[in-house]
T-cell receptor
Framework: ETGVTQTPRHLVMGMTNKKSLKCEQH?????MYWYKQSAKKPLELMFV???????ENNSVPSRFSPECPNSSHLFLHLHTLQPEDSALYLC???????????FGQGTRLTVV | GENVGLHLPTLSVQEGDNSIINCAYS??????FIWYKQESGKGPQFIID?????DKRQGQRVTVLLNKTVKHLSLQIAATQPGDSAVYFC?????????????FGQGTILTVHP
């Protein structure tokens, strides 16, 4: 248990569906992140939020829409995804006092 | 952009042996490096980190070495156990005080045989 919880753990969705991934951290951290982990590729940073404000969008397609209502919660809204978007989506958080980032277990997304 | 990469994609060792996993980085301005372990079905788990003002840092059964001259990072695991079997990633902090803003290497699969 890392203190970062992601739901759902698994998600299968059609290309016309709308779904959301949720991340919650119980560590009192101020920064939260979304990463994408595809097969045979390194983890790719998607979005960075600091104190609820988005500070980084790493050229992510608009069919991925993040939302950070407070420093403890992070969402990733999904709309009209493509099969190549199938991947493990990881959430992480970090604080100002500790240097390491903590990752959640991830959501395994399959787009059919 | 600049990348952090690994020399060896797989490493197979016998239980009790020492393991060494290597990583090359290209951004000479990087000042913070981290090793993560990822087991099947789980997210990356922090193992150990090192700042650029250090050459070596030790944890419990793990040691990270940093050679800034050749931009090389290594993770040494002593007395490797079957539970150490996982994918190991080196990562480079690219976000200053945003410590989760990381560039990851491709990963090395470590398999420990009993």
């Amino acid at each position: 248990e890392t203190g970062v919880t992601q739901t759902p753990r698994h998600l299968v969705m059609g290309m016309t569906n709308k779904k959301s991934l949720k991340c919650e951290q119980h560590l009192g951290h101020n920064a939260m992140y979304w990463y994408k982990q595809s097969a045979k590729k390194p983890l790719e940073l998607m979005f960075v939020y600091n104190f609820k404000e988005q500070t980084e969008n790493n050229s992510v397609p608009s069919r991925f829409s993040p939302e950070c209502p407070n420093s403890s919660h992070l969402f990733l809204h999904l709309h009209t995804l493509q099969p190549e978007d199938s991947a493990l989506y990881l959430c992480a958080s970090s604080g100002e006092m500790n240097t390491e980032a903590f990752f959640g277990q991830g959501t395994r997304l399959t787009v059919v | 952009g600049e990348n952090v990469g690994l020399h060896l994609p797989t490493l197979s060792v016998q239980e009790g042996d020492n393991s060494i996993i290597n990583c090359a980085y290209s951004n000479s301005a990087s000042d913070y490096f981290i090793w993560y372990k990822q087991e099947s079905g789980k997210g990356p788990q922090f193992i150990i980190d090192i700042r650029s003002n250090m050459d070596k840092r030790q944890g419990q059964r793990v040691t990270v070495l940093l050679n800034k001259t050749v931009k090389h990072l290594s993770l040494q695991i002593a007395a490797t156990q079957p539970g150490d079997s996982a994918v190991y990633f080196c990562a480079e902090n690219i976000g200053g005080t945003s410590y989760g803003k990381l560039t990851f290497g491709q990963g090395t699969i470590l398999t420990v045989h009993p």
